[in-house]
């Protein structure tokens, strides 16, 4: 029960209205970090690495990491390629033991995008126990080495959503609503609750079928999160958040015991600080015991 794929899990938060955390990160302390968090929320969890750090320290090492820890958790676990824009990368990750990848076409023209998840979903689907999350609609700000503009950022058309989650046979989808990468530059962003409403009916009516995504969770007010939520949104995607808990505590740390040389009371003091993320996260989305 360790070792799901993303769709398993999601299938349930949707017709329960809850949502899974999908947590970024770049290395193991933060992975230890996020899975010890889950497990003592007893939350079903989605670990996600972005295209950089999976190619920096290996998808093959990432996914052994994944595997030691999820067997021994009494949580359902997943691991999740974020935002990957190379077919061949997608299909190296999966190969390697991933076991959610995300092909985001979502910058090419709507026919070369549903191409393009359509090829990664066989895949997959070939491989076995794997599933797959596409985009349609871009969503703006910088996610790794993806950089779409404010006014460049296209929302998701419903009907062609319909369209596309048919076409492509793709399990999970992640709808372009209106959220952003990295941090808001406004306390209220503008997100198009009704657009979300309305795709999560045609798609999930009358029974969850292609469980949705929210990507750029960070900063995100407590109202806007449980509201996105309950209109349908059952993959909550978080990574800004945990990088910048990462980096300020390194170097609050470092400034305040610039005498010491314990590497490993650097990591207890991130470690402590994402757990404390993670649960701020779990309690928000509703996923606290669902496991
Ligand atoms: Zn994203």
């Known amino acids: 029960m360790s070792i799901v794929n993303a769709k398993e899990m999601l299938l349930r938060a949707t017709d329960e209205k809850y949502a899974v955390g999908a947590f970024n990160i770049t290395n193991l302390i933060q992975m230890e970090a996020v899975v010890e968090a889950a497990v003592n929320k007893k939350a079903p969890l989605i670990i996600q690495t972005s295209v950089t750090p ?9 996914a052994c990491i ?56 066989g895949y997959c689907h070939g491989i076995g126990n794997i ?17 779409v503009a404010e006014d460049e950022a296209a929302l998701c058309d419903p009907e062609q ?6 076409e492509t ?22 997100l198009d609750f009704d657009r979300l409403k309305r795709i999560s009916e045609l798609i999930n009516g009358d029974e969850p079928k292609v469980p949705l995504v929210i990507h750029g969770g960070t900063g995100l007010q407590p109202d806007v999160v449980k509201r996105l939520v309950f209109l349908g949104g059952s ?8 990088k910048y808990a990462l980096i300020d505590t390194t170097y609050d740390y470092i400034s305040s ?31 606290a015991g669902k496991a």
């Not at 009494?74 to 991933?98: N, R």
């Not at 599933?131 to 950089?147: A, C, P, Y």
């Not at 959503?161 to 048919?166: E, G, Q, S």
Request: proline share 3%.
């Open 235 to 242: 993959k909550f995607n978080v990574s800004t958040d945990l």
């Open 161 to 166: 959503a319909l369209k596309f989650v048919d």
């Open 54 to 62: 999976s190619k920096f320290l290996g998808a093959k090492v990432l």
């Open 66 to 121: 994944y595997r030691t820890l999820a067997e021994s958790a009494p949580i359902p676990i997943c691991l999740h390629l974020d935002h990957c824009s190379d077919v061949e990368f997608c299909k190296e990750c999966a190969d390697a033991g991933y076991t959610n990848i995300m092909i985001d076409a979502s910058k090419e023209i709507f026919k070369e995008n549903i191409r393009q998840t359509k090829h990664v979903c």
């Open 169 to 190: 046979g793709v399990d999970i989808f992640a709808p372009a609503i209106g959220t952003a990468h990295g941090v808001y530059k406004t306390k209220n962003p503008k």
């Open 131 to 147: 599933s797959v999350e596409g985009e349609l609609g871009t969503v703006s700000g910088v996610e790794d080495q993806v950089k």
């Open 257 to 287: 015991h610039r005498d010491e040389y314990n590497p490993g009371k650097v990591d207890a003091a991130i470690k402590a600080t994402i757990m404390n993320r993670i649960y701020y996260w779990i309690d928000m989305l509703g996923c």
